[in-house]
């Protein structure tokens, strides 16, 4: 028997939740008909919701046994929601996805053919359009896009998502990034694994509202950039270089024309002079910034790398495949 879990981070969500449930209910049966041996638990997370959403969960685990939840003591954001979500799942398999149905569940069943014979470890959905978003949030995401894949190695796909059935290796090796300020598009990147993106077009949400607001998402994607790139921390280490250049050419100046016009050519060395302290200082800084970026990320800990495939498995996979 295989285990799936569907880890589900939900805050103030009475609305949606009754027709999550009945959705998810309805594709998972489908799913064990098609398949004789998987199981299915449902972990949905309540963080800190203000609404009915605590109560739900109960009158759901009342009725179905394969309902866990948590609930959070407060509002600690969808990245813990997820944190917690794939920590205490027991499948072999999980899938994280929202409640409030932009993430379809009809496209559980073709994750799982993807996932279920290790051909990839994540299967993914990838919007290709941004349809029922304001021109202006849609401008700013695609800037972050270009920023960020511009200064970080870790590559992040525009329209990615956090709507991901995943095997427990790859589950594994996002719960071994244990940094405290997460940011899950970036971490389900870094680790890696063989991901299938399916393309789809952007649903609404069909009963209560997103929980974003655009200075929400202006200071995640700060965080986003942060998490995983140092370069804003040694970005004074080129304005010194330029202010160097510029010093320089400012002293060239100043001494040619002290020889016709020596007020000027004073005023021009000042310059040039007042131009290379402020040089070598954010120099300074930037070379600070260097080691501290080099610090920060020792200090998170993150694994010195992970493990896609051995011999063993490879052996047991093929062992089972015969059976
Ligand atoms: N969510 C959460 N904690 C929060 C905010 C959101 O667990 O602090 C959940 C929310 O209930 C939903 C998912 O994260 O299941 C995505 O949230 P939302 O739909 O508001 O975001 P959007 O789809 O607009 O990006
Ligand atoms: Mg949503």
Redesign the pocket.
């Known amino acids: 028997m295989k285990l799936i879990s569907v880890v589900?981070?939900?805050?103030n969500?009475q609305e949606v939740l009754p027709m999550f449930y009945d959705e998810i209910i309805k594709v998972t049966n489908g799913m064990k008909q098609e398949h004789s041996d998987i199981e299915f638990e449902f972990l949905f997370?309540n963080?800190g919701s203000k609404d009915r959403t605590l109560e739900i969960f109960r009158e759901l685990a009342d009725k179905d046994e394969r309902v866990r939840y948590i609930s959070f003591s407060r509002?600690f954001?969808?990245e813990a929601?997820m944190y917690a979500g794939l920590k205490n799942s027991k499948g072999d398999f999980v899938v994280v996805m929202?409640?409030?149905l932009?993430h379809p569940p009809a496209f559980l069943p073709q994750m799982y053919n993807y996932v279920k014979d290790g051909e990839f470890d994540c299967a993914t959905t990838r919007r290709v359009s941004r349809t029922g978003e304001s021109k202006v949030r849609s401008f700013f995401a695609r800037m972050f896009y270009k920023i960020m894949n511009k200064i970080s190695q870790t590559e992040i796909v525009d329209g990615a998502q956090d709507f991901r059935f995943m095997s427990r290796q790859m589950v594994d090796a996002v719960l071994s990034m244990s940094e405290y300020n997460r940011f899950s598009k970036g971490i389900f990147s870094w680790v890696g694994f063989r991901v299938q993106y399916m393309p789809y077009e952007n649903v609404e949400?069909p009963a209560g509202t997103?929980?974003?607001s655009f200075w929400g998402l202006f200071k995640y994607s700060l965080e986003g950039i942060m998490a995983f790139s140092t370069a804003p921390l040694s970005f004074s280490i080129f304005l010194a270089i330029f202010g160097a250049i510029l010093s320089v050419l400012f002293v060239i100046a100043g001494i040619i024309t002290t020889i016709f016009l020596p007020a000027l050519g004073a005023a021009l060395l000042v310059i040039g002079a007042l131009l290379l302290v402020g040089a070598v200082q954010l120099g300074c800084t930037g070379i600070l910034g260097m080691y501290l970026g080099k610090t920060y990320m020792e200090v998170k800990n993150r694994p010195i790398y992970l493990t896609g495939e051995t011999d063993e498995m490879y052996r047991e996979r093929k062992k089972n495949s015969s059976k």
Do not use: H, L, M
């Not at 589900?8 to 805050?11: F, Q, S, T």
């Open positions: 589900v981070p939900c805050y969500e997370i963080d509002n954001g969808k929601g929202d409640a409030d932009q949400r997103t929980s974003w």
